[in-house]
Structure formats: structure tokens, C-alpha cells
């Protein structure tokens, strides 16, 4: 099945430790996209990628970075992780990002920052 | 500028009672909306979507919504919860590449 893979699926880091996270997918789409999703909220856009056109929210934090080195994977890099970056993270893919399109998600990962 | 409300962030239901999740929608044009499902520890599994092909659409596990313009509304519905269908749920409404999410409502199935 097509599908959206993040790996892994639980990260652990230190207090300003850089950590990575990895975002595959296998659905040959244009469009990738980075969430945060904190404790009992709805997923907030970090940035999203249209093929290598780089998207950035305004409000999204200079500490977390993304990297998509082809059409299949998508990285997103934190640099220095604070206590408030502890969240889940969840990648989503769509064809060309048109308001009628769905949105596929990976199952996430959830980073813990000690 | 488009936004979606969920009435009400957490609902209980009886296992074998009506399920009805509650979404009202602002938008200058006609909108598209989904509704996603979010176990624990999981990302988000779209259960139904609306394009403006038919106002009652019908998704996966047993739910549906139905969309109505002049209540500006896209209430989901199943008719016997099952105690599975504990989870939260987001409803959605887009743009370009941008969705925007309502705050979710959490559904507890009481045995």
C-alpha cells in the first residue's frame, strides 16, 4: 500500500541536543508538510515543501529546519530542542496542495526532550 | 477568511448510542471539508471528505456527515458508537496548501 512512513516513531533527546526526523513516503507526491501537534491540540503547520520549493510559516520558529533532499523523503531538523519542543510531529503528503485535495499522514513521532 | 468550529471538545457516548460530532463552517465560498480521526499515539486517518458532489457523504467505519448550506454546518454522525470509535476528531476545512483544523473533540464510549 501507498503510504506515509516516519521513523522514528519515538525520539528521546537532551535539552539542545539537534535531533532529526525522517519523513518517507511512497505516494510520488509534489507536496510535503511538517506538523506540530501539542498535548489535546490540533496539528500547527511548521512548513511545507512543493518539490523543492521550500515553505516557511511565519511564525514557525528559526530552530526547526527542513531538508528534502528528493521527491521521496523529507527531513525535519530542530537545532537546539527546548522543554516546549517536546510534541509530536507528524509528516503529510499531497499531490499538488489544492484546497480540494486530501491530505495523507504518517503515524508521527512523538520527541521527548530531557 | 475560511475557519471551522467544533462544538464541544470532548463527548460521551454509550456503546450502541448515536454518535453526533458537531462542525460549523465560515467560508465566502463554497468550502471543502474533511474529517479526520486520531487514535492515541497516531496521525490523523481521514474518514470522510466533502467536494460538493452530494451533501451526504459517507466515510469509512460507519460514519457520515452531511453538509448543509444554510446551517453552514458538517455535523458527523454514526449511528451506534462502538466502544473502537474512542479517539479525537478534527474537522477540516482547506486552502492552498494549508489546512485549516478546528480544536478537535475527543469521543469517549462508555461500556
Known amino acids: 500500500d501507498a503510504m506515509v512512513i516516519q521513523n522514528p516513531r519515538y525520539q528521546v533527546t537532551q535539552f539542545g541536543k539537534p535531533v532529526t526526523l525522517s519523513c518517507s513516503q511512497t505516494?510520488?507526491?509534489?507536496?510535503m508538510y511538517w506538523y506540530q501537534q501539542k498535548s489535546s491540540q490540533a496539528p500547527k503547520l511548521l512548513f511545507h515543501?512543493?518539490?523543492?520549493?521550500?515553505?516557511n510559516e511565519a511564525d514557525t520558529p528559526d530552530n526547526f529546519q527542513s531538508r528534502r533532499p528528493n521527491t521521496s523523503f523529507c527531513f525535519l531538523d530542530i537545532r537546539s530542542p527546548g522543554l516546549g519542543d517536546a510534541a509530536m510531529y507528524l509528516c503529510?503528503?499531497?499531490?499538488?496542495?489544492?484546497?480540494?485535495?486530501?491530505?495523507?499522514f504518517g503515524p508521527g513521532t512523538r520527541l521527548l526532550v530531557l | 477568511a475560511q475557519s471551522v468550529t467544533q462544538l464541544g471538545s470532548h463527548v460521551s457516548v454509550s456503546e450502541g448510542a448515536l454518535v453526533l460530532l458537531r462542525c460549523n463552517y465560515s467560508?465566502?465560498?463554497?468550502?471543502?471539508l474533511f474529517w479526520y480521526v486520531q487514535y492515541p499515539n497516531q496521525g490523523l486517518q481521514l474518514l470522510l471528505k466533502?467536494?460538493?458532489?452530494?451533501?451526504l457523504v459517507k466515510g469509512i467505519n460507519g460514519f457520515e456527515a452531511e453538509f448543509k448550506k444554510s446551517e453552514t454546518s458538517f455535523h458527523l454522525t454514526k449511528p451506534s458508537a462502538h466502544m473502537s470509535d474512542a479517539a479525537e476528531y478534527f474537522c477540516?476545512?482547506?486552502?492552498?496548501?494549508?489546512?485549516?483544523f478546528g480544536t478537535g473533540t475527543r469521543l469517549k464510549v462508555l461500556a
Open positions: 467560508s465566502s465560498v463554497p468550502p471543502y
Open positions: 466533502y467536494t460538493s458532489a452530494a451533501t
Open positions: 477540516v476545512t482547506s486552502g492552498t496548501y494549508k489546512y485549516i
Open positions: 515543501y512543493y518539490d523543492k520549493d521550500f515553505n
Open positions: 505516494l510520488n507526491h509534489n507536496v
Open positions: 503529510a503528503t499531497s499531490r499538488e496542495g489544492t484546497n480540494q485535495e486530501t491530505q495523507y
